[in-house]
Structure formats: structure tokens, C-alpha cells
């Protein structure tokens, strides 16, 4: 059975740093695509970062890039997701995601990835 666990969420005052991670077991990560989103209350959720296999390049959503990194451990068969520079407005539920398909071109569409984690809250204080 596949399972996402993702941690490391909480909160910190802008200008700091968190790191999260997402656990999978029941597959192996690095044969499928991969990413993280973020939700706010009354909002789609967002794409943060995303990889469409293991060799293909990483996109990362404008109002991140520069600030958050997405790396993996496969003897772990864990993604991380580094957080720098944090701000307000990254106050949201981070959620990492699988996709059976992979593809050069990662997808950033929710609705095109396969399992989900439970989702970690992020909350940044000014």
C-alpha cells in the first residue's frame, strides 16, 4: 500500500528556515514523478516544486524560486523540501505528492498526481 508522510512543519518567524520531508513506502520514489504543494483556506492548492522523473529537471513556482530548494534521498525514499528566507504569505498546509507517469516536463496540475500525504502546516510569523 502507498503511503506519504510528510513532517517538519511549524512555526517560525519570517526570515527563517524549515525543512520538510515526505517518507514513501510502498513504492520506490525515485521511479515516479514527484512534488510539493501548498494550500490556504478558500484557495487552489499551489505548486511549489515539482520533478518529472529522476532525471529530468525541477520546476519551482515564482513565488518560491530562489527561496526553496526540492531534493530527494533514495536510500531514504524520502523528497525534502528546503525552505529559506520564509515569509508571511508562505503560511500554508504543504502537501507532497507521486505520479505514476513520469515526464521531461514536470507537471504542476494537482489533478495528474496520484497519492497525496496527509499535508504539514507551515505557519510564518512576521
Known amino acids: 500500500e502507498v503511503h506519504l508522510v510528510e513532517s517538519g512543519g511549524g512555526t517560525v518567524q519570517a526570515g527563517g528556515s524549515l525543512r520538510l520531508s515526505c517518507a514513501a513506502s510502498?513504492?520506490?520514489?525515485?521511479?515516479?514523478?514527484r512534488g510539493w504543494f501548498r494550500q490556504v483556506p478558500g484557495k487552489a492548492r499551489e505548486a511549489i516544486s515539482c520533478?518529472?522523473?529522476?532525471?529530468?529537471?525541477?520546476t519551482y513556482g515564482d513565488s518560491v524560486k530562489g527561496r526553496f530548494t526540492m531534493s530527494s534521498d533514495d536510500a531514504e525514499n524520502t523528497v525534502y523540501l528546503q525552505m529559506n528566507r520564509l515569509k508571511p504569505e508562505d503560511t500554508a498546509v504543504y502537501y507532497c505528492?507521486?505520479?505514476?507517469?513520469?515526464?521531461?516536463?514536470?507537471?504542476?496540475?494537482?489533478?495528474?498526481?496520484?497519492?497525496w500525504g496527509q499535508g504539514t502546516q507551515v505557519t510564518v510569523s512576521s
Open positions: 505528492a507521486a505520479r505514476v507517469r513520469r515526464t521531461v516536463v514536470p507537471s504542476t496540475r494537482e489533478y495528474e498526481y496520484d497519492y
Open positions: 520533478v518529472g522523473s529522476s532525471d529530468g529537471s525541477t
Open positions: 510502498g513504492f520506490l520514489f525515485d521511479d515516479y514523478a
